[in-house]
């Protein structure tokens, strides 16, 4: 069985930017330590990707704080993770979930066994949405979240987010 690691939004801005918490800095080391676990061709990463009109979107009216604008700093993905992915594709994505990603990896299902891990930012946003959109797309797939290399908006909410998604038969390690 091939096992893939999808790493999402590791990003200057959700981890010591404009949206950056202490819970994102700490997962850092995690993140690169779980990356080191993976062969490059198995990760996929995604980057949050926004204009410069981003307050002018649905989302920017509900969420009012310029973040992850193409080109800038904060959309850099952090550089020890950048560091770590080795070449590993990105997939920009204007929102939350990645229709794009689920539909790379239900391709890759067609053609053989796989299994599909997320870890990174924000438990309770992006990573929430991606890992049910890849079982919506693969209800037979294991997919699984490591709560340790994932943090939230808030303790609460990160929290909130692994019971959602344990609850949809998402595994928890």
Known sequence: MRSLLVVVDMQKDFID???GTKEAEEIVAHVVEEIG?????DIFATRDTHKEDYLKTQEGKKLPVMHCIEGTEGWEINQQVKD???GAEII???TFGSIR???KIA???QKEEIEVTLIGLCTDICVVSNA?????YLPEVSVKIIASCC???TKESHEAALTTMKMCQIEII
């Open 17 to 19: 930017g404009s949206l």
């Open 37 to 41: 676990k993976y062969q490059t061709e």
């Open 84 to 86: 770590a992915l080795k």
């Open 92 to 94: 920009n994505k204007p």
């Open 101 to 103: 990603l689920a539909e």
């Open 107 to 109: 391709k890759l299902a």
């Open 132 to 136: 049910l959109l890849i079982k919506a």
């Open 151 to 153: 943090a939230g908006v």
